[in-house]
Every structure is written in C-alpha cells, then in structure tokens.
C-alpha cells in the first residue's frame, strides 16, 4: 500500500494549508486513516485520525484542536487536513497514516487479507514570517 501526500509548504502564523493524502494498492478496507507529525529533536505524534470501525470517530492533539480538521474521502481513498490559525509551534514534517487490508487471491480464487499499516513520505510544512 502507497500513500502519497501533498500540501506542504510555507506559511505565515495565523495561515492556513491543507493537506491531502491518496491510499493506493490492493486495499480491501481502510479502518483507521490520520495525520503525525515530527518536529526536528522531537519524536513523531499524532495530530488527528479518523477510524471508520468506529462509526468515523475522529481524534484530536490537545495542541490542535479547534484549528485542524480531519476528513476522509472513502471513495476516493483519501484522507485532509485542513490547518487553520498555524502557529511556528505547528512546523513540522506530517506523516500520513493508514491501517486496514489489502486483499489478494490464492490459486483457487479464494481470497486472502492480509492487514497493512502503511505511512507516507512525509510533507514539511513550515510556519514562518
């Protein structure tokens, strides 16, 4: 399973950026998708996440709620952030996280999942005047 993500940039405090991340491969479901970020000395954290086993429970860092939101586009395999009010706190590298199953075939068609816990390569996002 890939995850590409996209987004990133350079931004003013008080900005705003969206992210977007796109799950590829032979995926059967998509249980739980969601956003980490690594500031530099740190370790990796979880910004927000949104699970789908759940009934689409949403989770949220202390540190951003109010100001970021996480969405999903099941179709579309997808998952956003919207980041309102960045402060220079919020630069970071943000991850994209994806757990569910992929689904092959064995030689007499009979299927097989297989569970994945997949991350992206990262987007910088920077918030700087």
């Known amino acids: 399973v890939q995850l590409v993500e996209s987004g990133g940039g350079l931004v003013q405090p008080g900005g705003s950026l969206r992210l977007s991340c796109a799950a590829s491969g032979n995926i059967f479901s998509i249980n739980n998708m969601g956003w980490y970020r690594q500031a530099p000395g740190n370790q990796r954290e979880l910004v927000a996440s949104?699970?789908?086993?759940?009934?689409?429970?949403?989770n949220y860092a202390d540190a951003v709620k109010g100001r970021f939101t996480i969405s999903r586009d099941n179709a579309k395999k997808a998952v956003y952030l919207q980041m309102n009010s960045l402060k220079s706190e919020d630069t970071a590298v943000y991850y994209c996280?994806?757990?569910?199953?992929?689904?092959?075939?064995?030689?007499?068609?009979?299927?097989?999942?297989?569970?994945?816990?997949?991350w992206g390569q990262g987007t910088l996002v920077t918030v700087s005047s």
């Open positions: 996280n994806a757990v569910g199953d992929t689904i092959s075939y064995t030689a007499y068609d009979e299927p097989i999942l297989t569970a994945f816990d997949s």
């Open positions: 949104t699970s789908t086993t759940s009934g689409g429970v949403t």
